[in-house]
Nanobody, 122 residues
Framework: VQLQASGGGLVQAGDSLRLSCAAS????????MAWFRQAPGKEREFVAA????????LCADSVKGRFTISRDNDKNTVALQMNSLKPEDTAVYFC????????????????WGQGTQVTVSS
């Protein structure tokens, strides 16, 4: 499966932004989908994930209550709605897919999008 992330940009603290990830080349509904982010000099960290069945979601404590992950299996997309953005949310955001398990470790995902930059100014 190929993944294409979009929607990043430069916003101010407190603003909202919606990221989208479009999948192609595979059966989207058979993949668990996740968002990760990587700030300069830091490791890639888990943000949120959505099971292929739609029955389970996971969310990092750092974004809980502010970020919401959703997916549309008809449109082959997964989105990340980010509200109340903070400067510490600044990072490159990546979408990832896994056909077997809903995971939170970046090293366990084989399929990645190219990343989209989110910059939050204070």
């Amino acid at each position: 499966v190929q993944l294409q992330a979009s929607g990043g940009g430069l916003v101010q603290a407190g603003d909202s932004l919606r990221l989208s990830c479009a999948a192609s080349g595979g059966t989207f509904s058979s993949y668990h989908m996740a968002w990760f982010r990587q700030a300069p000099g830091k490791e890639r960290e888990f943000v949120a994930a959505f099971s292929r069945s739609g029955g389970s979601t996971l969310c990092a404590d750092s974004v809980k209550g502010r970020f919401t992950i959703s997916r549309d299996n008809d449109k082959n997309t997964v989105a990340l709605q980010m509200n109340s953005l903070k400067p510490e949310d600044t990072a490159v955001y990546f979408c990832a897919a896994d056909p077997f398990k809903l995971r939170t470790r970046a090293s366990e995902y084989d399929y990645w999008g190219q990343g989209t930059q989110v910059t939050v100014s204070s």
